[in-house]
Each structure stands twice: as C-alpha cells, then as structure tokens.
C-alpha cells in the first residue's frame, strides 16, 4: 500500500509537471484529450521508473505508450495496456496494435497475438508481418505458412519483410514445394534484387537440401553482404560439403566483407567436419581477436571441434567458461568425451548433467548410452536402462536400438533381448542390433532364428544385419550355414562389402579350409583388404601354416607397413611353428621401425566400479591378497591337472612373454582380485583389450569350475562365458 501510494504521487507530481509545461506551449491544460492520456497512469501498475525519457514521450500518446509496450515483459502488462488503448478508443491503430502483436510474441504469447490480429477490422501488410514474424519465430512453422495464404486471400501484398519470415517456416517444415512457390511469388511481387529476401532464398534452399538452388540464387545477387555469405558457407557445411564450404570461405575473406560470429560457426563446422585441428585453431585465434571468444553458438561450435579433434582438455575448458550451457554444448562435451576414449568421463558429465535437471534431448541419451556400452559395466548399464525406462525416451527406436547394443556389449542378452521384444514398432536397424548381439557372443543358431522371424515379419534386412549373421556363424563354426547367409545377400541386391569378405575368410579359414579361403580371396570382385588379408593370417596362426601365412602377410605389409598388429601376428605364427630365429627377425623389424605392441590389459567390474590390471601389476593397494589369492589359485590348478601351453607365452611381444611364468597375466590378476572382492557365487565380469591367450583361457575356464563361479570375459573379438569348466565359445574363437 505504502508503495503504491509513492508510485501516484510521484505519477501525480508528473501530471502537474506535463501541464505546466503544455500551458507554455500555448495549449489548454484541461483539454480532454491531455488528462485523459495522463490519467491512465494512474491505473498502470507497471514498474517503470518515471526519468526523462518516459517524460518525454508522455508528450505523444502514440510514441507514450509503445515505449510502455516495447519494455513490458510480462502479459498482464500488455493486458493492462490493451485494455487502455480499447478505453482511449486507440484500437484502431494499426501502429500500437502491431506493437501489442509483437510484444505478446516476444514474451511467448503468440496465441493473444493472434487474437489482437483478428479482432482488427482491415489489418495491413505490417501487421499481417508481426503475425507471421510471431509464427515463424516460435517454430509454429505451419500456421505462419497459413497465415501467409490467408494475407494472400484477403489481397494483401507481401512486402520484403514478409517473404524471408515465411521462406524460414518452408525450410522449417520443410516444404520445399511451398517454398517453390514463395520464390515465384518474389519474382511477381518485384524482390528479385532485395538482398533481404534473397538471402532467405539462399537459407530455405540450403536448408531443404538443394545446396545447388541455393548457390544459383546466391550467383546471382548483385550485392552480397555478410548474411548472404554466411547462408551459403551454412549451407554446404551442414549438407556435407565442408570443403565447398571452407572454399566459398576463402573466397568470402578476399572481399571487403566483414566477419560476424554466425559465419565463424558455419566454418567452424566445416572444419570439425574434416578434422583440420591446424586450421580451426586459427579460426580460434580470430574469434578471440574479435572479441567474440564469450559468443554461445562459437563456444558450442569451438567445444566440438576440440572435442571431436581428441583436445578434449581444451574442450572442457571451453564447456566450463559456459555459465548455463545448453543442451547442444552438453551434447557436444559429452559426445567428445566418448568418441575419444574417455568413456567414463562422459558418463559422470552426463549424470552431472541430469543431477542439474537439464532436460536431455535424444542425441544426449544416445550418446550416454555408447558411452556406457563402452565402459562396459552390467551395473551401469542397468542404470541407463532404468534411467530409460522413466524418460519421455522409453519408446525411442533410436535409443532403445543404441540400448540392446549396450546391454550385448555389457555381457547381458537377456536385457538386450528385452528391450528388442518391448520395442513395438521394429525397423531392420533394431533386428539387426539383436543379431549383432547374438553374434558378439557367439550364438549362431538365436542369430539365425532371429533372422527368420524377422523375414517372417516381412522386415527385409540390410548389409549390417548381414554383418552380424556372418560374425555370428563365424563365432559359432557355422560354415555352411555362413556360406548360405553369404549368398543371400544378392537376393536382396545387398553389395558385399570389405567386411562381408572378410567374415567369410575367418570363417572358412578358422574351420582349417585355408585353401578355400585363399581361393576366395582371390576370386573377390573387389580389390581385397587389410582385414580379408589379416583373417587368412590369422587362421594361418592358428593351424600353423607357415607359407601361406607368409604371403598373407607379405600383402598386409604392402597395404599397410606399420601396423603392429601385422607383424604382432606374423611373430605368433613363428612362434606357434617353433621357427625362433623368425621370431626375432620380425622384432628387430618392430624395432628399426619404431614399432611396440600395446600392453595387454584387463579391467574387472566390481560394484559398478572397473578396476584396471597390466600384466605383472603391482600397483594395486591390495596386491599383496591378490598375488596370494593368484598362488592359490595356481596351486589348485596344477591339482586339477592343468598343464600351460607354453607356446602361448609368446602369443603378444610384450612384458607377458619375459614373465617366469603365466599365472600373472592381466586377465589372471582381475579374476584374483574378483574372487577377493565379491561374495561367493558372484558372476565375476572381464573386459581384455587384446585377444585372450590359449592358456589363460583354459585356465579361466577350470577356474570357474574350481571357484565354482560364471566369468564373463569380453576380449578384442568377442565374449566368452566361462561356467562349470567349460566356455560358450566351444574352444572355437
């Protein structure tokens, strides 16, 4: 009360004032018109503090009143003024009407907006723009196009402020038929040369996809500005082209035309797309010199480029500069964090990310999810799929396909299967994910069923369900029914691919039909690969088939002379066939080429929580119980009647093949810890980044019957579950 009785005397002292002063300038205070106008003040609750601006235009009710409006934020604001202009009889003033208009779609209320509109008698082409302006702006794409048609029925011509608001709701739909007509219409209505809308054209092309409309219109503009440039470097950078893109650039900066933010983002983009860190820093430079280092879209756009570049450091150093940052940064943070192996930090970003109660779109759930498929943990898999299945995603296609790849890659197919049979409306994507599955853990024979209800339900499949049918037969020693599957896919006029090639050498080759294998290679209709090449190498290791593998390996040296993995399996097949001085031929080559294997490590699910071993590991807080439990363990062994292969021992040059013996493998080391770590019975989970070795294979898997415990392992190819003495691979991997 106290306040509002402040706020009218100030209001009163100011009435006193205007009338003093209008009495000087010769015009009768208490004309209706004046004290009608200042009196409305006193029923005008809003908070403007009355300086000499708002006395200023208290001199003109038109220009009075649209300041109030322009710098009202709340709807019973403008309510309140409406319904003082309706008292004052200005409601026919297409002036403050358009300013009401474009008040209400300001704040959000296009829906009042709309309502001033039609309650006007004859409106005009500018406030036919506000409600279109106030359409397009809020993404209500289809009622700014309907608009658009009305104004065209009701015989009002467009001007040059209509026609770039409806092209942008045609690109939003799309519509690029719509949009079509628009660009005829702009030739009619004379706008062939307002750069203002031919822009727009540039925009609505690019954005539907026809990038080459978009560089004609642009071709033909005989006054290009900034806008202009940047909507067609925008364009090919978001259709694809970031070469085309960083070339209109180049040719953008020989002009005189000056740099803005929104261009530095579409360049940005271009190159994150192709991954030119080099260049992307100088962009960075320049957006520092500008000023413009603080710009939200730039910091989105300087994020991903660092992140997807691997700098994931800077990346973060950028994220946190963000005070609130959007759903797109977090999306840009998080994703770069999983695509550049830091898994587990992606996932605490996005927990941290919920944790704040920012709504995450699809992309950051998709993204989380490959995450934790990557971290590989059961318990942090159930999490995401609880997460899931209270979230607006839990009917996703997209999400619930990335979830039954998790669930596959976590170890568990009985929650992937369940996500697959909850999935009501299943695309191949989704059938072939459960495939893949099937196949990463060597289930031929589910992949194959799976693969016959889904021609049942008339889903036709594609090359990567192909993919995980092969893998699965592969995995499973079903050669005959790999090379039916394989000759399926002209069936369906599906191409094979390297890796289609490749799964059908494994496969003939680890069933020991290496000539076959060769034969196949040779009668390829494509150019053969690193990877056919490689799995004739391997199967030559495993059935020691010194010649062949020779010249395998001779092939991949040609294709590719420095990759480890190559001569890492060359050096196995010696050592399999005994051949030492070969041996040592091939680590001298590693070595006169700069070349070292990757040590071999192992991580072990505990709670939640992976724990990391290395072979030989000592570093552990409790490696005194682990090396005692390991004793144990390797004392029960030989009880068992366990006999180590020694040839293994040179399986990966590595520290693994110096060590006196191979109980301290870093598989070994994870299972002693697990067995310390979890109650009995507990199902001890592995995750190997190499191929397990032949002897600690067998080991695990007498393990688990001496444990009496299940180990799931996941290594480089696939799972193995070890239970009861015996492994669901059947020896066969």
Known sequence: MARRLSLDRKISHSLYYFA?????????????KFFRHFSSLLTLHLDHSF??????????????????????????????????????GFQKSGFLIKKLING??????????????????????????AVIRGYSKHNMFVDAVETYWRMQFNWVSPDGYTLPHVLKACSGLPALE???????????????????????????????????????????LHDSNVVSWTSIISGYAQNGQPMEA????????????????????????????????????????????????LEPDLLIALTAMYAKCGQVTTARLLFDMMKIPNVILWNAMISGYAKNGHAEEAVDLFRVMISKNIR?????????????????????SRWMDNYISKSEYRDDLFVNTALIDMHAKCGSLDMARTVFDRTLEKDVVVWSAMIVGYGLHGRGREAIDLYQAMMQAGVCPNDVTFIGLLTACNHSGLVEDGWWIFHCMKDYKIEPRHQHYACVVDLLGRAGYLDLAYDFIMKMPIEPGITAWGALLSACKIHRNVQLGEYAAKQLFSLDSCNTGHYVQLSNLYASARMWDHVRKIRIQ??????????????????????????????????????????????RLKQAGFIPHIDSSLHDLNNEEIEETLCNHSERLAIAFGLIST?????????????????????SKLISKLVNRQIVMRDANRFHHFKDGVCSCGDYW
């Open 20 to 32: 003093a002063k209008i009495t000087s300038f010769g015009y009768p205070a208490s004309t209706d």
């Open 51 to 88: 300086n000499d601006e708002i006395l200023y235009y208290s001199f003109y009710p038109d220009s009075f009143y649209a300041y109030l409006i322009d710098n009202s934020t709340q709807k019973r604001h403008l309510n309140q003024i409406h319904a003082r202009l309706l008292v004052l």
């Open 104 to 129: 209400s779609s300001n704040i959000g209320e296009i829906g009042y907006a709309r309502k001033m509109f039609d309650d006007f008698a004859e409106p005009d082409v500018f406030l036919w723009n």
């Open 178 to 220: 719509m949009g079509r007509q628009v660009h005829g219409q702009i030739f009619r209505h004379g706008f062939e040369s307002d750069v203002f809308v031919q822009n727009g054209l540039v925009a609505f092309y690019a954005k539907c996809g026809q990038i080459a409309r978009a560089m004609t219109v642009f071709d033909g």
């Open 246 to 293: 960083l070339r209109i650039f180049s040719e953008m900066r020989k002009t005189n035309v000056k740099l803005d933010w929104i261009a530095l983002v579409s360049v940005l983009r271009a190159y994150t797309d192709i991954e030119d860190l080099n260049h992307g820093k100088s962009v960075h430079g320049c957006v520092i010199k500008m000023g413009l280092e």
């Open 360 to 380: 995450a779109d699809s992309i950051t759930v998709r993204v989380a999810i490959v995450a934790c498929a990557q971290v590989g943990s059961l318990d942090l």
């Open 590 to 635: 590693m070595r006169e080429k700069g070349l070292s294997k990757d040590l071999g490590y192992s991580l072990v699910d505990i709670n939640g929580k992976l724990q990391a071993f290395r072979v030989g590991d000592k570093s552990h807080p409790r490696y005194k119980e682990i090396y005692e439990e390991l004793e144990s363990l390797e004392r």
């Open 679 to 699: 109650p009995p019975g507990t199902t001890l989970r592995i995750i190997k980044n190499l191929r397990a070795c032949v002897n600690c294979h067998e080991a």
